[in-house]
């Protein structure tokens, strides 16, 4: 449930502080006023696209947060606890934009990306616009509207895992296909390939370590050379070796330790260095003895690296690549020989694929013709409270066999009849602009009773309606307040009156810059709010009253 709105500097907003709780909320006020601007900033921090235009003139930043309480709403603690983000069971969400347009978002003083506070947002709150109705005219919003009516997640899941295997095993036997495509005279060319690629015989490395060896042998006189004069300087020299020195200095720092015992670490070392020039010595000696400086090895050496840079030219890979690449030719080869028993394999694998989407779509077409009737039932019923009397809404849903897809092989169809006794003929095709508005509340209405969302948001839903109609709404959106927080934007006294809680929103001049304030009512003032919405400009006695009883009717 949303408990806490705070915004700052969007639109015509400077600072706004306000605390909800649970039921039926509707806010009102004159045309122009701001209502919707609190919708579009509650959009904005549940994840919608934001816009510099939002940001308050003059200001540098616009500012929103809302504070949800999820003591009821174990599932979206679970993904908040997921994703590293909860925080108790409180969650506040924060949205800034800045005047260039960029935005950040927050959730539980943690930054994260629009699309992740997006997907958090669809958990928390529903938001139904008063232009939302048009969509039904898409047969994809109809089918949506139909899966998660009937909530059919996991008939879904089941449908697209098994179309992934599908095509899965399409592509493999198109593979398959083209390989065996080639032919014996492809796979001759291939055993040719492969025979040259195997008489080299190359390793794994191998051509990393020829390489150096090359370059050992290439240059071995000067490492021979300079080698034996290293040694010479550091053991073997005849006079003045560094070893010698060393021994020296030895020498004398050892008769001098018995005068100043501060010298021993120094002689230690001394000792040290002498025992590691020894060993370098040694260990230099033995790779000059080691050192292999055969012509005929460097020949062969250059002879293996150069064939393997002409076989990697060849087939334009890199010579480190030629292991790979004859490993690759091996596994086509393998394909073309085998092609005829792997085809079948892989046909038969596409159909057991198919068959199963197939179960799987069966299955969802089901549950979607079960759904359609249900749905078609309660918005029939719905529809005759909102001044359509005889009319009738058909959903259908038939299965082509010939169009599979991700999700199923459906295609939806909403049929009306505005009047008893007509046939029923498309929704595009019969309902007015009107009438469409009531079928489309008629439909919200219905999909909200069955919503697991904790708060929804109706703005200005009721357009087009008025009267005995507007009550009828009114009731239905308090009976949804009942079950979940509900916020309802509107500008009927009729559906206002249905309010739990009521807020009024109006602009008001300070200094030559407006301001939109929302503020809270209390029963006195909301007579006077509910008045002024029947009649107009001029509030009478008799509106008060008329105000007063759809009160006290509401409960």
């Given at each position: 449930m949303l408990t806490h709105l705070r915004i700052k500097d969007f639109a015509l907003i400077d600072e706004l502080d306000l605390e909800l709780t649970g039921g039926l909320n509707v806010?009102?006020?004159?045309?122009?006023?701001?209502?919707?601007?609190?919708?579009?900033?509650?959009?904005?921090v549940l994840g919608d696209r934001a816009d510099a235009a939002v940001v308050r003139h003059g200001h540098q930043r616009a500012e929103i947060s809302v504070e949800f309480d999820l003591g009821h709403d174990p599932d979206t603690l679970a993904w908040l606890e997921e994703q590293e983000l909860d925080d108790e069971a409180h969650c506040l969400l924060r949205r800034t934009i800045n005047s260039q347009g960029r935005s950040r978002a927050y959730v539980n003083g943690h930054k994260v990306p629009v699309q992740q506070?997006?997907?958090?947002?669809?958990?928390?709150?529903?938001?139904?616009?008063q232009h939302e109705h048009q969509s039904l005219?898409?047969?994809?919003?109809?089918?949506?509207?139909?899966?998660?009516?009937?909530?059919?997640?996991?008939e879904l899941?089941?449908?697209?895992?098994?179309?992934?295997?599908?095509?899965?095993?399409?592509?493999?036997?198109?593979?398959?296909?083209?390989?065996?495509?080639?032919?014996?005279?492809?796979?001759?060319?291939?055993?040719?390939?492969?025979?040259?690629?195997?008489?080299?015989?190359?390793?794994?490395?191998?051509?990393?370590?020829?390489?150096?060896?090359?370059?050992?042998?290439r240059h071995g006189g000067r490492l021979l050379e300079e080698g034996q004069q290293a040694l010479s300087l550091a053991y073997d020299g005849e006079e003045g070796s560094a070893s010698d020195l060393l021994s020296q200095a030895l020498h004398r720092v050892e008769s001098l330790v018995a005068l100043d015992a501060r010298l021993e670490p120094i002689r230690s070392t001394l000792e040290q260095a002498g025992i590691n020039l020894e060993e370098a010595g040694e260990d230099l000696r033995r790779y000059l003895s080691d050192l292999d400086l055969d012509p005929a090895r460097l020949n062969w050496v250059a002879d293996r690296i150069g064939t393997a840079h002409e076989l990697a030219r060849k087939h334009r890979v890199e010579p480190q690549a030629l292991v790979d690449t004859l490993e690759s030719m091996r596994e086509r080869l393998d394909a073309i020989e085998h092609a005829g028993e792997?085809?079948?394999?892989?046909?038969?694998?596409?159909?057991?694929?198919?068959?199963r989407w197939q179960t799987a779509a069966d299955a969802l077409h089901a549950k979607r013709k079960a759904t359609a009737n249900?749905?078609?039932?309660?918005?029939?019923?719905?529809?005759?409270?909102?001044?359509?009397?005889?009319?009738?809404?058909?959903?259908?849903?038939?299965?082509?066999?010939?169009?599979?897809?991700?999700?199923?092989?459906?295609?939806?169809?909403?049929?009306?009849?505005?009047?008893?006794?007509?046939p029923l003929r498309s929704l595009a095709r019969v309902a007015s602009g009107g009438e469409l508005s009531r079928i489309g509340l008629a439909i919200q209405v219905v999909a909200a009773r069955r919503a697991s969302i904790p708060a929804m948001i109706f703005d200005e839903v009721d357009a087009g309606i008025g009267g005995g109609v507007a009550e009828i709404v009114g009731r239905e959106l308090r009976r949804l307040g009942e079950r979940c927080q509900v916020l309802c934007v509107t500008h009927l006294a009729q559906v206002a009156s249905q309010g739990h809680h009521h807020f009024r929103i109006a602009k008001n001049t300070r200094q030559g810059e407006t301001f939109t304030r929302v503020t809270p009512l209390k029963d006195t003032e909301r007579v006077e709010e509910l008045a002024r919405m029947l009649g107009g400009t001029e509030i009478t006695e008799t509106s008060r009253d008329h105000a007063r009883e759809m009160m006290e009717k509401a409960g």
């Amino acid at each position: 449930m949303l408990t806490h709105l705070r915004i700052k500097d969007f639109a015509l907003i400077d600072e706004l502080d306000l605390e909800l709780t649970g039921g039926l909320n509707v806010l009102t006020g004159e045309t122009g006023a701001g209502k919707s601007i609190l919708v579009d900033a509650i959009g904005l921090v549940l994840g919608d696209r934001a816009d510099a235009a939002v940001v308050r003139h003059g200001h540098q930043r616009a500012e929103i947060s809302v504070e949800f309480d999820l003591g009821h709403d174990p599932d979206t603690l679970a993904w908040l606890e997921e994703q590293e983000l909860d925080d108790e069971a409180h969650c506040l969400l924060r949205r800034t934009i800045n005047s260039q347009g960029r935005s950040r978002a927050y959730v539980n003083g943690h930054k994260v990306p629009v699309q992740q506070l997006r997907r958090l947002g669809e958990r928390l709150m529903d938001i139904h616009g008063q232009h939302e109705h048009q969509s039904l005219l898409k047969p994809r919003t109809q089918l949506s509207l139909i899966d998660q009516y009937g909530d059919h997640a996991q008939e879904l899941a089941a449908v697209r895992e098994s179309w992934r295997a599908w095509k899965d095993a399409g592509e493999r036997l198109a593979e398959l296909e083209e390989a065996a495509g080639g032919g014996a005279e492809g796979a001759e060319f291939l055993r040719h390939q492969v025979r040259e690629l195997e008489a080299l015989e190359l390793a794994p490395g191998e051509i990393e370590a020829l390489e150096s060896e090359h370059d050992r042998l290439r240059h071995g006189g000067r490492l021979l050379e300079e080698g034996q004069q290293a040694l010479s300087l550091a053991y073997d020299g005849e006079e003045g070796s560094a070893s010698d020195l060393l021994s020296q200095a030895l020498h004398r720092v050892e008769s001098l330790v018995a005068l100043d015992a501060r010298l021993e670490p120094i002689r230690s070392t001394l000792e040290q260095a002498g025992i590691n020039l020894e060993e370098a010595g040694e260990d230099l000696r033995r790779y000059l003895s080691d050192l292999d400086l055969d012509p005929a090895r460097l020949n062969w050496v250059a002879d293996r690296i150069g064939t393997a840079h002409e076989l990697a030219r060849k087939h334009r890979v890199e010579p480190q690549a030629l292991v790979d690449t004859l490993e690759s030719m091996r596994e086509r080869l393998d394909a073309i020989e085998h092609a005829g028993e792997r085809l079948a394999e892989a046909r038969q694998t596409v159909e057991d694929c198919r068959s199963r989407w197939q179960t799987a779509a069966d299955a969802l077409h089901a549950k979607r013709k079960a759904t359609a009737n249900t749905l078609s039932e309660k918005v029939t019923e719905v529809m005759q409270g909102l001044g359509l009397s005889g009319g009738q809404l058909a959903i259908q849903v038939t299965q082509d066999a010939e169009a599979p897809r991700a999700n199923g092989a459906d295609a939806v169809v909403f049929e009306v009849s505005m009047n008893a006794g007509q046939p029923l003929r498309s929704l595009a095709r019969v309902a007015s602009g009107g009438e469409l508005s009531r079928i489309g509340l008629a439909i919200q209405v219905v999909a909200a009773r069955r919503a697991s969302i904790p708060a929804m948001i109706f703005d200005e839903v009721d357009a087009g309606i008025g009267g005995g109609v507007a009550e009828i709404v009114g009731r239905e959106l308090r009976r949804l307040g009942e079950r979940c927080q509900v916020l309802c934007v509107t500008h009927l006294a009729q559906v206002a009156s249905q309010g739990h809680h009521h807020f009024r929103i109006a602009k008001n001049t300070r200094q030559g810059e407006t301001f939109t304030r929302v503020t809270p009512l209390k029963d006195t003032e909301r007579v006077e709010e509910l008045a002024r919405m029947l009649g107009g400009t001029e509030i009478t006695e008799t509106s008060r009253d008329h105000a007063r009883e759809m009160m006290e009717k509401a409960g």
